[in-house]
């Protein structure tokens, strides 16, 4: 069986630059894919990627940096607005 990378939640906080708040929403909404092994809660690495690549496609292609996007305001979203950064 393949040893996967569980990350911790602030592992997660720090690869996004995403405050604790925004990272436990996105997790309890199931925005963002995590497990629980007694009473802790993980982040498989390659479902923080995919998400990743969910949110900005081209970052999937060879070479490119992997970036996070997080909105400033949730109207970003709500909005439709484009990505800020």
Known sequence: MDQERLL??????????????????LIRSGE?????????????????MRWLD????GSADEGVERRAWAPESAAA??????PVG
């Open 8 to 25: 911790r939640i602030g592992e997660v906080i720090d690869r996004l630059a995403l405050s604790r708040s925004t990272v436990g929403a």
């Open 54 to 57: 969910e949110r900005d496609p």
């Open 32 to 48: 963002l894919p995590s497990i629980t092994i007694h009473r802790t809660r993980r982040v498989r690495l390659s479902a923080l």
């Open 77 to 82: 979203v709500t909005e439709g607005s484009p």
